[in-house]
Nanobody, 126 residues
Framework: QVQLVESGGGVVQAGDSLRLSCVASGLTVSNVAMAWFRQGPGKEREFVAAGTRLHFTTYYADFVQGRFTIARDNAKNTLYLQMHDLKFEDTATYYC???????????????????WGKGALVTVSS
């Protein structure tokens, strides 16, 4: 049974940094493509960042603008999202996900996700 458990969310001020973690069980993170999505209040779920299986080629949403980094620790079977210079508009629930695809189009789409975590809430105060 696949489980993805996020942690590290919280309330921060604009300009602060935060690191989200996603511990996976029932799968090996190095063997699957993984991604972060987010859903803000009243908004649709959107792509944030992804890494391909094996070589972990990374993709980012345009709004990231170099502020976020997706990383993977194979020994801990954990995915991370390091976020810097957080903005009010980054306020959202952040979801860890696995993707069944390898193309950028699939990795960046909610339709390509086959497993979701329950999410971690990040609140950025201005």
């Amino acid at each position: 049974q696949v489980q993805l458990v996020e942690s590290g969310g919280g309330v921060v001020q604009a300009g602060d940094s935060l690191r989200l973690s996603c511990v996976a069980s029932g799968l090996t993170v190095s063997n699957v493509a993984m991604a972060w999505f987010r859903q803000g209040p009243g908004k649709e779920r959107e792509f944030v960042a992804a890494g391909t299986r094996l070589h972990f080629t990374t993709y980012y949403a345009d709004f990231v603008q170099g502020r976020f980094t997706i990383a993977r620790d194979n020994a801990k079977n954990t995915l991370y999202l390091q976020m810097h210079d957080l903005k009010f508009e980054d306020t959202a629930t952040y979801y860890c996900a696995t993707s069944g695809g390898s193309s950028r189009e699939t990795l960046t789409s909610v339709n390509g996700v086959n497993y979701w975590g329950k999410g971690a809430l990040v609140t950025v105060s201005s």
